[in-house]
């Protein structure tokens, strides 16, 4: 067989090689690996600074509005630390619930149900209130907001808006947080 016969023949080798393993599964040639990603859940780098929680009671008022910012009412997404060590921590999703000064105040939500442990979050000093389901959940799962940590936020760490509660809901838990910690 002549070189250039036996290059044209193993080039057609080839091609049907890649094509029969394109065939099982993998959708492109052009696929890179992923680099490794990190241990735990690590600090996004939108996330400026991790302020401490809010102590007191918490001056609120609803006044969501559709322009970027976030505004009471609204459930915001952002970097949320952990309370065990703040250098790591959590995306999720936050109801805004006023302003101190610069610094936006918001009660953190969560999908997980802990009506079941609820004796164990009280010992542990944390409050949940159910808030049902809203736009804020891509899957429209029920919500807890917990009332006993008010996140002190910098307005830049907060990514986008989810959903804007109603007034009555918002009126239900802002209720809870000051029967909880005082009217301000």
């Known amino acids: 067989m002549p070189a250039s016969s036996s290059v044209s023949h193993l080039l057609r080798s080839a091609a049907a090689l890649l094509r029969a393993l394109g065939a099982r599964g993998s959708t492109s040639t052009r696929e890179r690996p992923r680099p ?3 241990a735990g859940p690590t600090a996004p780098q939108t996330a400026r600074r991790t302020l401490p929680d809010h102590v007191g009671a918490v001056p609120i008022h609803y006044s969501p509005e559709p322009d970027g910012a976030a505004d009471p009412g609204e459930i915001v997404w952002t970097w949320v630390p952990y309370e065990e060590d703040a250098t790591q921590g959590k995306d999720r999703p936050v109801l805004v619930v006023g302003w101190d000064g610069p610094v936006v105040l918001g009660l953190m939500l969560t999908s997980t149900d802990h009506g079941r442990s609820a004796a164990r979050e009280a010992r542990k000093g944390r409050v949940w209130m159910d808030i049902g389901s809203g736009p804020w959940d891509a899957r429209r799962r029920d919500s807890e907001v917990r009332l006993d940590r008010v996140l002190r936020l910098d307005p830049d760490s907060i990514r986008r808006e989810g959903a804007v ?19 301000a």
Do not use: K, Q
């Open 165 to 183: 509660v109603d007034h009555d809901l918002f009126v239900r838990v802002t209720d809870a947080l000051t029967e909880l910690r005082g009217r």
């Open 36 to 38: 490794p990603r990190p």
